[in-house]
């Protein structure tokens, strides 16, 4: 989100309708300078047994239900009757049914993934029994939504070219672009390798497939990781770490850390950065930082899905978590190897994800979209 608003408020005069968890926190800085001005709308989801009935009867699925809210849709209205805008851009899915909201101005959608993707992944991998037919059903539901609310923008903006072709075949017709997540290349400074050295695997654990995927990687890759290398330290990096997470890492003798005070400063002393993910759907923004970081990665095939990467070049893959282990540990053991991925890791960054080359591509789209 924010790197749309920065690309945004370098053409256009910005206002950002934000739902918040409680008191909303002052707008950051660098916003009040661009002269963004905020209005926040408190987030009060509905209670989750009727969230869950609704989203089997109502007219939206459950991720998108929980989301409405008569008081946005208030704000929302005001802001259109009272300045006009060129153009709403809805940041995520969740956002794209206020499109009834918007009294003939453009909407350009922003898909951080294909919701429908991950939902039927995450059941496929995670769930079982009424849990996962339930999921399975969403899944089915939230691909009719997207498709409705593709077609229904002026602009869809896919976060990478697989899902810009998958959202292409789902809805026929409308116009669907690549727009990649920008990097703040300049955020991220020479390596500074901790000894001995350090595993990193950070994430937003608050998302189910980024939790499981962690402690089937602490269960199956890291002994393997502590048999070759013993005195490697892995740190998981992240918020919202739920308790069966933190139990695995505290078993496995791993660093818990929910927050850091810099992720480019902890991606700078580590020396490899794994990443265990075997659902999902979009970019993993985390690998796009860590290869600005100069900073080698072991990943899942769908954890480095979309992103352009060439395995052996970019990163190295494997789909099993033991092997995961076993690819980590080679590369704690090859210098040479993470010096050569750590440069093309940092060249790729720069020809693809520059935050600069982003904003002025998302203008570039949005100026026809105004036109």
Same mark, same amino acid.
């Given at each position: 989100?924010?790197?749309s ?20 926190a ?22 989750k ?15 998108? *239900?929980?989301? !409405? ?27 794209? #049914?206020?499109?009834? !909201? ?7 959608? !922003?898909e951080h ?28 539901? @939230? ?5 409705s609310?593709?077609?229904?923008a ?36 020479? #390596?500074?390798m ?7 695997l ?5 998302w189910?497939?980024?939790? *499981? ?12 990781? !502590? ?33 850091? #005070? ?6 700078s ?53 033991g092997e ?7 590369? @704690? ?16 960054a720069?020809?693809?994800? *520059? ?6 591509r ?10």
């Amino acid at each position: 989100m924010a790197q749309s608003i920065w690309a945004a408020a370098q053409e256009y005069d910005v206002t950002l309708i934000s739902f918040t968890q409680g008191a909303p926190a002052p707008a950051p800085k660098a916003w009040r300078r661009l002269g963004v001005d905020v209005k926040t709308v408190e987030h009060r989801p509905p209670w989750k047994p009727i969230a869950l009935v609704q989203g089997l009867v109502g007219k939206l699925p459950y991720t998108l *239900s929980r989301y !409405r809210s008569a008081a946005f849709a208030r704000v929302l209205d005001e802001c259109v009757r009272a300045r006009r805008p060129a153009f709403v851009l809805a940041n995520h899915l969740h956002m794209a #049914p206020y499109v009834d !909201r918007l009294d003939g101005v453009p909407l350009v959608l !922003r898909e951080h993934n294909l919701e429908h993707l991950w939902m039927s992944r995450y059941a496929e991998e995670s769930l079982k029994g009424a849990a996962r037919a339930y999921a399975g059903l969403q899944a089915r539901r @939230l691909e009719a939504a997207e498709r409705s609310f593709c077609q229904a923008a002026a602009l869809t903006l896919a976060i990478q070219d697989l899902e810009r072709d998958a959202l292409r075949a789902l809805a026929p017709g409308a116009w669907i672009e690549t727009l990649p997540v920008g990097i703040d290349l300049g955020r991220f400074g020479e #390596p500074r390798m901790a000894h001995p050295p350090v595993v990193l695997l950070a994430g937003s654990f608050a998302w189910p497939p980024t939790a *499981s995927g962690a402690i089937r990687f602490l269960t199956d890759g890291w002994p393997r990781v !502590r048999a070759a290398v013993p005195s490697a330290r892995l740190r998981v990096v992240g918020k919202s770490q739920p308790d069966d997470l933190v139990q695995a890492a505290r078993a496995a003798g791993a660093d818990v850390v929910p927050v850091v #005070p810099s992720m480019a400063d902890e991606m700078s002393r580590a020396a490899v950065m794994v990443v265990p993910l075997w659902s999902g759907a979009g970019a993993r923004v985390k690998i796009m930082e860590a290869l600005a970081a100069r900073l080698p990665v072991a990943a899942t095939p769908i954890g480095a899905e979309g992103l352009g990467l060439e395995p052996g070049r970019h990163d190295v893959e494997t789909p099993d978590a033991g092997e995961l282990g076993d690819l980590t540990a080679r590369l @704690l053991q090859d210098p040479a190897q993470r010096a050569f991925l750590a440069s093309e890791g940092r060249a790729h960054a720069e020809t693809h994800w *520059s935050h600069v080359a982003v904003a002025r591509r998302q203008n570039e789209l949005v100026a026809r979209v105004v036109r």
